[in-house]
């Protein structure tokens, strides 16, 4: 069968042809913006990549045509698909109908920690010795790769919320028909397709209705809108879980940065994790994936010893270089609970060092004027705070960062940002950069000015 993937570069898309293509297929795959690390990762696997979109892409015709969730109507090669009737379907529906039957899928839902999570089950699956299959949003440095087929039964899928297609409005999620299910928080997001809270909430419960009797629900146990969700009707068991307060599953004798912790279960203590992870977040995802590890069978002994060799995932707090004694890192964050959360989890582990944080308000939803009220309050762990405020920002940037004073400072560039960091940076500071997409490279920028 040959797949044709419109939108190929993107991680999902691009894990989606992996699995396509290790499954025996032949696939190809165009994009507007094909560069590496994934055009490499794509063609090393064997897939033919195009520029841009084009009618003369889909000629001959493809067996199916599989559609990334960034194309829209008005697009030239989805209005050549639609005229000349050619078979077309989604990722997600791709992924349940040729990867997930008869698997058990292992699904980790919600608006943090997604990636790190499903990066910390995989790799706990693995290291139990049941080579599971994965997609996931990020690169888990243990396997160098966001997705493989695996050997069945276990598949574990970081499980979006954002729509599926512009033909199916319904949260990529709803596919999946996970028997293990982690829900790790929920807070409003992603405001370019859901006008409210509310809205979220229904999708999540269109996944909650999804999991059978038999399987498994692990949710955090402070967390009202999840709890919302839940009672809205479920019909599966639920074990819970939280970093510091007794429940199902929760964690003592923590050190402050979250780098040691003992594990607890129904009372009984399971045994201490000692890994390179920083923060609460990251304690409370080693908690749910422990627990949906447990489901799958895996003795909580086996998943803390797993842990002990996690490598993280790319984009996590990743050290990018160090000059001079200046660390560079690189991180996800673009939410302020993600930036509030991971500057406590690098005070911690820093002490009284200087923190240089650089912000770019990327996403549709940073963009719009939503989370401005909290984003202050969210960097107040960095001792200097550098904003990007490129031309389509819709907040005044200044007024924003006002309440952390002389400490903050907002650029029109990137160039700028290197230039100031540059003249700033002194040996002991870290400087942390945090966005969700490439922020014009500017993390070997800073490297290179450093030296």
């Not at 996590?316 to 964050?333: K, P, S, T």
Request: negative net charge.
């Amino acid at each position: 069968m040959h797949l044709h993937i419109l939108g190929i570069c993107g991680t999902f898309m691009g894990g989606i042809a992996l699995l396509a293509r290790a499954l025996g297929h032949q696939v190809s795959g165009s994009d507007a913006n094909v560069y590496p690390p994934m055009s490499t990762q794509l063609e090393q696997a064997g897939i033919k990549l195009m520029e841009g979109f084009e009618a003369e892409q889909l000629q001959p015709a493809p067996d199916v045509v599989v559609v990334g969730n960034a194309m829209s109507r008005g697009n030239p090669a989805v209005e050549y698909m639609l005229d000349q009737g050619l078979v077309y379907t989604s990722g997600p529906q791709w992924l349940a109908e040729h990867v997930l039957q008869d698997r058990w899928v292992l699904a980790v839902a919600g608006t943090h920690g997604k990636t790190s999570t499903s990066s910390l089950l995989a790799w706990i699956l693995q290291e139990a010795g049941l080579e599971p299959g994965f997609l996931i949003g990020g690169v888990p440095e243990n396997f160098g790769v966001s997705a493989r087929l695996g050997n069945p039964p276990f598949f574990v899928v970081e499980a979006d919320e954002y729509d599926t297609a512009f033909f199916d409005k319904r949260s990529k999620f709803v596919h999946y028909r996970s028997r293990t299910l982690v829900l790790n928080n929920l807070e409003f997001d992603h405001a370019d397709i859901f006008d409210d809270l509310a809205m979220i909430q229904r999708q999540f419960h269109h996944l909650v209705r999804t999991v059978p009797a038999q399987g498994l629900i692990i949710c955090p146990s402070r967390d009202q809108a999840l709890d919302e969700v839940i009672g809205m009707g479920a019909w599966t068991p639920i074990e819970r879980f939280d970093p510091i307060e007794e429940t199902d599953w929760h964690g003592v004798n923590a050190t402050p940065d979250g780098q040691a912790f003992d594990v607890v279960c129904d009372n009984k203590p399971q045994g201490r994790v000692e890994w390179d992870l920083l923060g609460q977040h990251n304690l409370a995802n080693a908690l749910a994936a422990i627990a949906a590890a447990r489901h799958a069978g895996v003795p909580p002994s086996v998943s803390i010893a797993a842990l002990s060799s996690f490598k993280n995932v790319k984009r996590r707090m990743e050290l990018r270089g160090e000059v001079a004694g200046i660390r560079v890192y690189d991180d996800f964050a673009h939410h302020p609970t993600a930036i509030e959360t991971t500057l406590d989890g690098l005070r911690k582990r820093v002490g009284e060092a200087r923190i240089i944080a650089l912000l770019e308000p990327r996403s549709n939803t940073m963009k719009q004027d939503i989370h401005t009220g909290r984003l202050s309050g969210s960097l107040e762990a960095a001792d200097r705070i550098l904003l990007f405020a490129p031309q389509d920002l819709q907040w005044d940037a200044a007024a924003v960062m006002a309440p952390l004073g002389d400490r903050a400072e907002v650029f029109q560039t990137t160039q700028g940002m290197v230039e100031r960091v540059k003249a700033m940076a002194e040996p002991g500071d870290h400087v942390l950069v945090m966005s969700n997409g490439g922020f014009e490279a500017i993390h070997q920028r800073l490297l290179d000015a450093l030296q």
